[in-house]
């Protein structure tokens, strides 16, 4: 009687041994694929793919968790493109970038990122994110035509007006053969000034009733491809309202920090305390633009190359945009 109950806690004993290692099996494998999901939250995707296999090996008939071990795998591709970017390794980049596009299609912003690269490649600086701070803008003026006596004056005062505006390097028609990237045509026209007689006491004073008026008929178009930019009939003391609209003056942001935005003009420009800048996110799709306002900023001081600016509209997606590395444009 005593051999059979002793055979019978013998038993008792390895069956709770057995059940205390299947509970600690059971508890490991649940601490693994916690410690999985925080991790997969705070975007530590190697670390949580880890986690993930541990728990699989655990639990091999687990669902769903081969899709989340994808899915670490996905985002661990967009982790290497953007560290390879961030090293201007940009043929590396985009393929890793097409690689996460392939895992998750719908993923916002890849083909400007992809395009990015390819801007990258091809050495085009000219583009918001890359941009030479210091290149001007190469503008050819055509000879006016119109009005004999008063195109000559047209002409000059258009070209003083870009060659004072700084951001611009003229070029004049017979020297074209220097690469431009704008053509700029006038045609001249001219109302004399109209004076009636005023009789005073016994003299006959003439009194100019309306002023003279010049006006050029601005033809603006991109050397490169052709497309006008603009065509427009402008009054003479007009032209440099003009030149500001047809060629607004561009920034890029270099850095956000609380409050304030640093920003550095794209080939110069004149920039003053309190001048207001629209914020622009530019996308592309299927080869056309998209330019969407996200925001203001109001300059607050000027340090040499670098505007500092305040957020007046706009400071959450601006910074956000700028952290994600969106195309941004800043204009004035």
């Known amino acids: 009687m005593q051999v059979k109950t002793m055979k019978t806690t013998r038993k008792l004993s390895i069956l709770l041994i ?16 916690q410690k999985a999901n925080t991790l997969f939250a ?11 296999l541990n728990y699989k090996e655990c639990k091999p008939n687990a669902q ?27 043929a590396d980049a985009k ?27 091809r050495g085009d600086n000219n ?15 055509r000879s006016f035509t119109g009005d004999v006596n008063k195109r000559g004056i047209a002409e000059t005062k258009t ?3 870009f060659t004072s505006d700084g951001r611009f390097n003229v070029i004049k028609d017979q020297k074209f053969q ?45 050397a490169k491809t052709g497309q006008i930019l603009a065509n427009q009939t402008v009054k003479i003391n007009d032209i440099d309202d003009f030149i500001s609209t047809v060629f607004p003056i561009k920034c890029s942001i270099k850095n956000i920090s609380g409050k304030e935005a640093e920003i550095v003009t794209i080939g110069g420009g004149k920039v003053y305390k309190g001048d207001v800048f629209n914020v622009y996110e530019v996308k592309t799709d299927g080869g056309y633009t998209r330019k969407n306002k996200i925001g203001e900023l109001k300059v607050t001081a000027i340090e040499g190359d670098f505007i500092k600016c305040k957020f007046k509209d ?19």
């Open 159 to 161: 070209t003083e007006i």
């Open 95 to 121: 393929s890793q970038y097409s690689n996460y596009k392939k895992c998750n299609p719908n993923a916002k912003g890849i083909d400007e990122k992809i395009a990015e690269c390819d801007r990258s490649l």
């Open 18 to 33: 057995l059940l205390f290692s299947v509970t600690m099996a059971y508890s490991q494998c649940e601490t693994y694929l």
């Open 42 to 52: 705070e975007k530590k995707y190697e670390d949580a793919k880890r986690q993930y």
């Open 127 to 141: 583009t918001p994110n890359a941009p030479d701070p210091k290149r001007k803008i190469a503008i050819g003026i």
């Open 314 to 332: 706009g400071e959450n997606t601006i910074t956000s945009k700028f952290k994600a590395r969106a195309n941004l444009v800043v204009e004035k």
């Open 178 to 222: 220097i690469d431009v990237d704008y053509f700029i045509g006038g045609n001249v026209t001219y109302t004399p000034a109209k004076t009636t007689n005023t009789k005073v006491g016994n003299q006959s004073i003439p009194i100019t009733t309306t002023p003279e008026v010049i006006s050029i008929a601005f033809s603006i178009s991109d």
């Open 64 to 90: 769903g968790i081969d899709g989340k071990i994808a899915e670490c795998d996905c985002e661990i591709r967009l982790q290497e493109a953007e560290t390879l970017f961030s090293q201007k390794k940009y």
